[in-house]
């Protein structure tokens, strides 16, 4: 086969390089990871086609089409096209597959379609953001996960939204069965207490799980209606300085997640190193660099926040370092 393949124009279209030469791997992006069955069969196809008959799950729940010839983009990118429209991904060119790989597919936990724990829709939300911020050559990482359990692991990410609610308490539907503070003590954080034989919620203590909810017997204990989040920010793997994200905003609202998000690929925007390698530096490293006061005033330039909102004037991450041979905490 001809070896002038254009890799740059391959990554940029999420197409992934193997170790052999001049064969790769097609990213199929899953945006919150539900998707209709039909598009499983669709993936067949492609991959008997053109693959080796294997499809890697990623763990950002996306697809990867292994054993393609890379000479064979374009066709594939063709076939690509109606599981693209089928799962809502914006295109300003459609017939040319994906039209950037930097911002990576946004991951979520199966949320309260099905979870009994979870507050929230997550599928939903990750395709609200993905409608917002796709496609874009800059890498960000979001994730959203239903409660604090946390099982989508969002403090690994530049961007975790975690889901909460404000439990709503209803005293003439209470029996004093203390099943809520059994669970709160064993399952959270122990919020919560009896007085009077009536619960009493520690607001300063609370994270808005929802075991009370879950626990109660009587509805004495339900979910708010209003839809509430906890936003961390610049958690990250990597070879120098691993680390989880920390709290920036607890009971925030949609709203302010997705106009926190947008602003900051302007700040990205405004600070990347120009010289960055392959012209990429991590969202984290530029704050680290710039400062968080900086990009906080980016992050939140056209954001209400609503009056129940908790913000943390500044954040601190810490995690491990490696200098050289030199591991230090």
Not at 71 to 81: C, N
Not at 149 to 166: L, P, Q, S
């Amino acid at each position: 086969m001809s070896l002038d393949v254009n890799t740059k124009k391959l990554k940029k279209n999420a197409f992934r390089v193997s170790k052999v030469r001049g064969i790769g791997a097609a990213r199929i992006r899953v945006p919150g990871g539900l998707l209709p069955a039909e598009v499983l069969g669709q993936v067949q196809e492609i991959t008997e086609e053109y693959g080796n008959g294997y499809v890697h799950m990623t763990t950002r729940q996306s697809f990867e089409i292994e054993g393609i010839r890379l000479e064979d983009m374009a066709a594939i990118s063709e076939k690509l096209q109606p599981i693209i429209e089928r799962l809502e991904i914006n295109q300003e060119n459609p017939g040319t597959g994906y039209e950037s790989s930097g911002t990576r597919n946004i991951s979520a936990c199966i949320g309260n379609n099905v979870c009994p724990f979870a507050n929230y829709n997550t599928a939903a939300l990750a395709k609200r953001i993905e409608k917002n911020i796709f496609p874009n050559d800059y890498h960000f990482k979001v994730a959203c996960t239903g409660c604090s359990n946390d099982c989508a692991k969002v403090r690994m990410h530049d961007f975790g939204i975690i889901g909460m609610t404000m439990p709503q308490y209803d005293p003439t539907r209470c029996v004093s069965c203390k099943a809520c503070i059994k669970g709160c003590n064993s399952l959270s954080v122990g919020a919560l207490s009896i007085q009077n034989d009536k619960i009493v919620r520690d607001t300063s203590k609370c994270i808005g799980c929802g075991v009370c909810v879950t626990k109660c017997p009587t509805r004495a204990w339900t979910r708010s209606k209003k839809k509430y989040y906890k936003l961390t920010l610049m958690g990250r793997t990597g070879k120098k300085n691993p680390r989880l994200g920390q709290d920036f905003l607890i009971w925030t609202d949609e709203d302010s997640i997705v106009k926190i998000i947008l602003n900051t690929y302007k700040f990205v925007e405004k600070y990347i190193d120009p010289n960055a390698p392959g012209g990429k530096e991590h969202i984290g490293y530029i704050i680290d660099r710039v400062g968080f006061e900086e990009y906080k005033k980016w992050a939140l330039d056209g954001v209400e926040l609503m009056p129940e909102t908790v913000m943390k004037d500044c954040v601190y991450w810490d995690g491990i370092h490696f200098k050289g041979m030199e591991q230090s905490l």
